[in-house]
């Protein structure tokens, strides 16, 4: 190896800084908000599930086999309630805890490629980047999901680097393959199918040639399947193999057709990751179509892991904002690699980056500054508004002030800082002001903008639900799905709601009252039932009642 992997004191200093600012960023007001429709409560709602039935196996959402996910990242979960109680915070807790670890892995790789200023680099501007920063924020998969393919892709690299001796190298196939299973274990097979494109695209541009000892290859995949080998036969033997064949049949369904209605543009992740992952973005931009010569493997392999994830997921009929999330660490590294050699006098500063970061800087902060101005004076826009729900979520009275404006100006200003900094070339305050800026920006936002947002699209049906928490009912949704009312009426197994039941639920004889939310322009679905009480509107929604009882 050209350097040691750890060198104290210098690493150990950088890791403690980063451990503070990890933990600033992403464990402030981590439950300060509820959880959002749908993922976000999905997910949750798994984990409690396992609590209540005490089936850590076999994922389950309304009691009913959930075919979507493998059960790793709701394990998790069940960690963090069984610490912290089953709420928010520790829905969330897990991505916090992957994000401080993302922000020591990415600067250990970074140090093992280059030196540990490109590892600070590295890391600074993957927690500049907004959307990475967020989703640590957030109670979803995908964080958890893209640190172990990166970490097994990083493993690869070792591999075809051949830098190390025999056993080292084992280790690394060890390490790389436990993680990519950990990764199928968290999301299926995807989490093989990444890397392995990855690498046969890498392969491919090689003229064909080896690039990994074979013995080295076979150990790697075949440590990377024992993990979903060892829950899918567990699964087999418990329950037969239906599961398993409806859980393959769900995930192709997610390559050939919109689930869940989330069909978008072929452009769609291009513009999400552009957006969504600056000032990084713009700064990759550089080396997208660059040729780097250092012999090293991971440059071109995170070039590829890029194109792979957004071809794929562009192609891919399902198109959620997450998917192509996997892209972030190679925006960020790319990012990094265009400062470091920006530093090292390598390259100069592009007027095109230049004017690309001015003017996507600018818009996204005028859009943070306008949100509130825009929400403050909404009822000028009632108007164009034609949709009554849409109408009724918007016009519900929430306490938007101007000095919310704070959350885009702040980020105005120290993107601004940011950017004089990169004019003069100093390079790691640009990094270090640039992840302040979106440090600040999001955790302003959690506190000024996010809960309002969160009070015009939901928070009237999720308090009705927590109302009813330890009330002898039947919860459920009409017209619309929604995970809402399990998790936030911790629905007990014995008030479970499968679709083929609603009809008795409107209109047989109950044996506890049953309520209803439904749309507020569908509420005239449950009006006309003979038995159905109406309790309230509020919002987008529409309550109801029926307490037909024997």
């Avoid at 990444?194 to 013995?215: D, F, R, S």
Wanted: net charge positive; glycine share 6%; aromatic share 18%.
């Amino acid at each position: 190896m050209k350097n040691t992997f750890l060198n104290i004191p210098n690493t150990f200093w950088h890791l403690i800084l980063l451990v503070i600012i990890g933990s600033i960023a992403f464990f402030s007001f981590l439950g300060s908000v509820h959880l959002f429709d749908w993922d976000e409560i999905n997910f949750a709602e798994a984990a409690r599930e396992m609590l209540v039935t005490g089936n850590y196996s076999h994922v389950q959402i309304n009691f009913e086999p959930f075919y979507e996910k493998p059960p790793l990242f709701f394990w998790l979960q069940v960690l963090s309630m069984k610490l912290w109680g089953i709420n928010e915070f520790a829905a969330r807790f897990p991505n916090a805890i992957f994000g401080v670890f993302t922000l020591l892995t990415v600067y250990l790789v970074g140090k093992d490629y280059k030196n540990s200023r490109f590892g600070l680099f590295w890391s600074l501007m993957h927690l500049s980047a907004l959307l990475p920063h967020f989703y640590f924020k957030t109670g979803i998969i995908d964080p958890i999901f893209n640190y172990f393919i990166f970490v097994g892709i990083f493993c690869l690299t070792k591999l075809m680097d051949r830098t190390d001796g025999r056993s080292i190298l084992c280790l690394w196939s060890l390490l790389g393959g436990a993680a990519i299973g950990l990764a199928m274990l968290t999301k299926g097979p995807v989490g093989l199918l990444l890397p392995v494109l990855t690498v046969i695209v890498y392969w491919m541009k090689g003229n064909y040639k080896p690039i990994i000892a074979w013995q080295m290859l076979i150990l790697f995949a075949l440590t990377s399947l024992l993990l979903p080998l060892l829950w899918f036969g567990y699964e087999t033997y418990q329950n037969g193999l239906g599961f398993i064949k409806a859980f393959l049949i769900y995930q192709l369904e997610l390559f050939n057709q919109p689930v869940a209605g989330h069909g978008q543009p072929f452009y769609y992740h291009f513009l999400v990751v552009f957006l969504g992952c600056f000032p990084a973005s713009v700064l990759a931009f550089y080396n997208l179509f660059k040729t780097d010569k250092d012999k090293a493997s991971l440059f071109p392999l995170m070039k590829i892991l890029f194109w792979v994830v957004m071809l794929l997921f562009s192609m891919v009929t399902t198109k959620i904002v997450h998917y192509s999330s996997m892209a972030y660490f190679s925006i960020s590294f790319l990012a990094a690699h265009y400062i470091y050699s920006l530093e090292q006098k390598i390259t100069i500063l592009s007027r095109t980056i230049r004017s690309m970061y001015v003017t996507v800087g600018g818009l996204i902060a005028t859009l943070l500054i306008a949100l509130p101005i825009i929400a403050v004076y909404k009822e000028y826009l009632y108007s164009y508004i034609k949709d009554e729900f849409t109408l009724a979520c918007v016009s519900l009275h929430v306490p938007w002030r101007l000095s919310d404006c704070y959350v885009g100006i702040s980020y105005l200003l120290l993107m601004t800082v940011a950017y004089y900094s990169l004019k003069k070339y100093a390079l790691l305050h640009f990094a270090g002001w640039s992840s302040m800026a979106t440090t600040v920006c999001l955790m302003l936002g959690t506190i000024l903008i996010i809960p309002k947002i969160e009070m015009h699209t939901q928070r009237p049906a999720i308090e009705f639900y927590k109302n009813l928490v330890g009330q002898p009912a039947y919860v459920t949704t009409v017209g619309f799905k929604s995970y809402a009312p399990f998790f936030y009426f911790q629905q007990p197994r014995t008030s479970t709601v499968a679709n083929k039941q609603l009809t008795w639920l409107l209109t047989g004889e109950l044996d506890k009252p049953a309520y209803f939310v439904v749309k507020i322009n569908d509420r005239d679905k449950l009006g006309n039932y003979p038995n159905m009480i109406f309790l309230k509107k509020e919002g987008g929604f529409a309550f109801f009642k029926q307490d037909n009882a024997k």
